[in-house]
T-cell receptor, first 111, second 111 residues
Framework: GENVEQHPSTLSVQEGDSAVIKCTYS??????FPWYKQELGKRPQLIID?????GEKKDQRIAVTLNKTAKHFSLHITETQPEDSAVYFC??????????FGDGTTLTVKP | DAGITQSPRHKVTETGTPVTLRCHQT?????MYWYRQDPGHGLRLIHY???????DKGEVSDGYSVSRSKTEDFLLTLESATSSQTSVYFC??????????FGPGTRLTVT
């Protein structure tokens, strides 16, 4: 089955700096790669996604890149703010509709 | 929140007792999922459903069963709860674009 590895497990940045979280996947059939943000005590929420026919996607301060050859994808957050502090999860999906999640990255943005 | 509710939101039960968690959606999505979330393990798939009476196992299905007799309801049953099943359980729906939206979660404690 699919295996998704996510790094780093914790990340601390100063407000205004950029943050990058990286994931690798194993199944070349995976074609949909979402990212979720989970605040303490809340449900995971979809923040951005990318499909296999696209190399990069941006939405305001967040962007995701995908390298299908190398089987890795990354989340980039620019101009970080304290409210970006949360746990971020990547996932890889096949057409079968099953998602495999990474173990999460705890991002702390220091004011 | 994509019209997803879970009940109960919190439950404490004793080892060996049966427990049923309910997930309810209002938007007729075909795919529904049950995950458990434990510290350091991210989200792990227990079972999923791709239609009424159509279900399949995920990576951590032992000790769990599911049923889906109506499109809107997906039930997760722990036949005989064990302490290792203490966790936070999330239900999710998946749209036709593979986007997953999560319910608010159920915190289950098995004593």
């Amino acid at each position: 089955g699919e295996n998704v590895e996510q790094h780093p497990s914790t990340l601390s940045v100063q407000e205004g700096d950029s943050a990058v979280i990286k994931c690798t996947y194993s199944d070349s059939a995976s074609n949909y790669f979402p990212w979720y943000k989970q605040e303490l005590g809340k449900r995971p929420q979809l923040i951005i996604d990318i499909r296999s026919n696209v190399g990069e996607k941006k939405d305001q301060r967040i962007a995701v890149t995908l390298n299908k050859t190398a089987k890795h994808f990354s989340l980039h957050i620019t101009e970080t703010q304290p409210e970006d502090s949360a746990v971020y999860f990547c996932a890889a999906n096949t057409n079968a509709g099953k998602s495999t999640f990474g173990d999460g990255t705890t991002l702390t943005v220091k004011p | 929140d994509a019209g997803i509710t879970q009940s109960p939101r919190h439950k404490v039960t004793e080892t060996g007792t049966p427990v049923t968690l309910r997930c309810h959606q209002t938007e007729n999505h075909r795919y529904m999922y049950w995950y458990r979330q434990d510290p350091g393990h991210g989200l792990r798939l227990i079972h999923y459903s791709y239609g009424v009476k159509d279900t399949d196992k995920g990576e951590v299905s032992d000790g769990y069963s599911v049923s889906r007799s109506k499109t809107e309801d997906f039930l997760l049953t722990l036949e005989s709860a064990t302490s290792s099943q203490t966790s936070v359980y999330f239900c999710a729906i998946e749209t036709e674009k593979y986007e997953q939206y999560f319910g608010p979660g159920t915190r289950l404690t098995v004593t």
